[in-house]
């Protein structure tokens, strides 16, 4: 049971990007796994849990990376970033709020339809400004 799965267009050939994006794929998959077997609300919780924390760790290491070459559009991809922690913590918030009646499948979509929209054009937009970097070091 898969909701998304990892294909090479997902690759931005930077290992550390590309394996967080791999582990991101899987917390999504994770989760949509619990969702359809039923799992209780402390399983579901963990697994949103340890999705807001690679998220974070994830967004923290990306941004670092965007600065330390002066990708030029970061301010704009940092602001994408926190938009999607924001649209996060407000699907955990309401699953706190009321598990009973939460639509795990819905966030499971939102998170799926943002991952390859995210990779895909904002990710594999600062690609250029790495190849760029390599030839001026």
Same mark, same amino acid.
């Given at each position: 049971?898969?909701?998304? &799965?990892? !294909?090479?267009?997902?690759?931005? =050939?930077?290992? *550390?990007? @590309? ?6 794929? /899987? $917390? ?33 290491? &990306?941004? !670092?990376?965007?600065?330390?070459? =002066?990708?030029? *559009?970061? @301010? ?6 926190? /938009? $999607? ?53």
């Amino acid at each position: 049971m898969t909701a998304i &799965e990892w !294909s090479e267009k997902y690759r931005t =050939g930077l290992p *550390d990007i @590309d394996k967080d994006h791999e582990r991101l794929f /899987a $917390l999504v998959n994770e989760l949509h796994r619990r969702a359809e077997t039923g799992a209780n609300e402390g399983d579901l919780r963990k697994v949103m849990e340890d999705l807001l924390e690679y998220v974070a760790y994830h967004f923290s290491r &990306e941004e !670092s990376l965007l600065q330390s070459i =002066g990708y030029s *559009d970061f @301010d704009d991809h940092a602001t994408a970033h926190k /938009a $999607l922690e924001k649209h996060l913590t407000s699907y955990v918030d309401r699953f706190s709020a009321d598990p009973e009646s939460f639509d795990t499948q819905d966030f499971v979509s939102f998170l799926v339809d943002w991952l390859d929209k995210h990779i895909m054009v904002v990710d594999m937009a600062y690609l250029k400004s790495f190849q760029h970097f390599r030839v001026r070091v």
